[in-house]
DNA sequence: TTGTACGCGTTATCAA
DNA sequence: TTGATAACGCGTACAA
């Protein structure tokens, strides 16, 4: 049985005896009201449960309070804390988010975006966008892009990420300077511009170490588990035997390690192993994976400010924000076995905290 | 520069020679519109790219077609695929989800219901309630709630989860027919009726195998990492030695299994772990993880199912909805190392799959 | 097939 | 300064 519905502006007028405008004007904080009509209002709102609707709000307005986050799907472990940062973000400032997953198919990725702009969402965050996404469209559509993570389009979206270039870098230089040279590199797929970056950051590297690159140290492996599992087979079938193999993601890097148990290969004795990305997995004390920190709920957090300041129209020219990533030495590196090194304090510790919660 | 505001029904109407009510009539599939009135539209919509206002829609319709989905933290592993699967689900039947996060805080759980309620949605999906929260509050409310996951006033509400009690006694069972006498449970929190049904099971586990219950060997983890790290010490430090430790969900399961790491205990040889949710990480081949498999993507699935009934009016009686929980035998309980059992096929292979898949 | 009221607040105009 | 009235935002539903 339903209870009666929901109580109007027009019912809170009725019930202090003023009119509806004066009733938005007492709840909206505005100046001019009396004091006896506010007085009057209030208990009237607060004796019928009187709560505005953001719907009708929203029409009148036209703004909506709601920001549209588009990722490929929110079970893959690197997103959730992307979206935690964007959602708590968002709420501070009064936002709601519609979360929408495109399974990283570009019709599903047009089809969400349409009915959420049919929404009129006050501004879109997608993150890990791709160079075959279209979204060149939503330029002309009056609402603010934020993308994260990757750029496929530099320079026609705000956007947030890291430097993948020079934290390859960082991750490869890391390796050779512990003696290697036989440095293999598991690749993640080429629309992603994020993968690509960590390439170039791979060769650098191998050039500034005076390492010659070789084609037989690099495989595709899809930023999947199977890839990484398929990848470390395939260079162990070759006889293509690397020393190290560094991972444009820690999916691939544990396809990589689950890889080498199942032939006895010991990890990091036999081969050291490098991840990118920094999932909670990778500080268990049976995983010790070397790994780059990304910040992702900063990344999350940063992009709406973005947001913000584009809603609040207080910024015109478009901007690109690289947030620090850094090395994580574990045991996977074969340096200093069950050896963390995590910058600390800050936003970064209780995020560590907190992902290591779970309700049950 | 912003570009012209959006067209409105209004201006297809015009373009096309007929009346809004007519445009409205054809975009939603009504009858009895003339075939060139209906061309004449379909040429207006396209050449003005029009786009209808569903905030406009939902005032008039009384019916928003959004979803509210409230949970502590979408970062926490065991939530995201359940917001895949109340997402994917809600798609497919037009609904949008709003993702709000409550950091299990009572006050910002009420705020958050609140302002989805304001936000006139259609349905609300509360996920790992606890006992402590004001639910009630939400009965008299003109808004269908559907729990998941735990269900702290059974009958109030309908609910979509497994059998905590059947499930925790079949892991435990299998550790008594593993030979373990001393086996340990790590509690999760009090307020979880969840982590409640776990102790029940292991209770009735004990009892039909003749094994007396001793306080000694059950601590409390709040469900977190650290939790089963400090519970593995306080067993050790106290001589309290089990041979075996069910765990009331995998995170303290790996904290227990990390605190026998660095005590170098060794798992399963002088200890078993069993432990509960099958987060993906529990099918690392460095992890082996014994646990009980929850169909998370399925709950939340069968949460939008039973919203749907609601919404379309079809049921007016509670459902409370049990779906299998099988328990997944791996390496951490010592009776065969690296083999995985698992039901094939179904929904649950692609589930799998689409895990270990992750951009970068 | 069309005119018009309606959903529910907000905002501009006007009156006291 | 304080308040009321009416138009408006944009589609939809019903009578005509």
Redesign the interface.
Known sequence: M??R??PRIKDVAELAGVSPALVSFALNAKPYVGKSARERIERAVSQLGY??????Q??RKRR?G?IG?VL??????????I??GI??TA?KHGF??????TD?DPTQEKN?I???????IDGLIIT?ARSTDNLNEYL???CPVVLV??DPFPGMFDFVGIDNVSSARKAVHHLAELGHRKIAFVE??SA?P??FG?YEGYKVALKKMGISLSEKYVRIGH????GGYRAMNSFWEDSSRPTAIFC??D?MA??V??AC??RGIRVPQDVAVVG??DM??AS????QLTTIHQPR?EMGAKAVELMMERIMGKREEIRRVMLPAELVVRGTCGETLRNEVYRAGGKDGQ?R????????
Chains 1, 2 share one sequence.
Do not use: C
Not at 72 to 81: G, Q, R, V
Not at 223 to 226: D, Q, T
Not at 353 to 360: L, S
């Open positions: 339903r209870t519905s929901r709560r505005p609707n953001i719907v009708a929203s029409l909506t709601i986050l490929s799907d929110i079970a893959n472990p690197f997103f959730p804390e979206a935690r959602e708590e709420r709601n988010v519609i979360l929408s997953n990283a969400s349409e009915i959420l702009l049919s929404r009129q890990s002309r559509e009056d993570n990757r993640g797929e992603s994020a993968s960590r930023l999947k588990y199977e444009a993601n999916m544990l396809g390690i689950d148990a199942d990118f990305d909670w997995v268990l004390k049976n995983v709920y995020e905290e907190a992902r290591h919660d779970r309700m049950g």
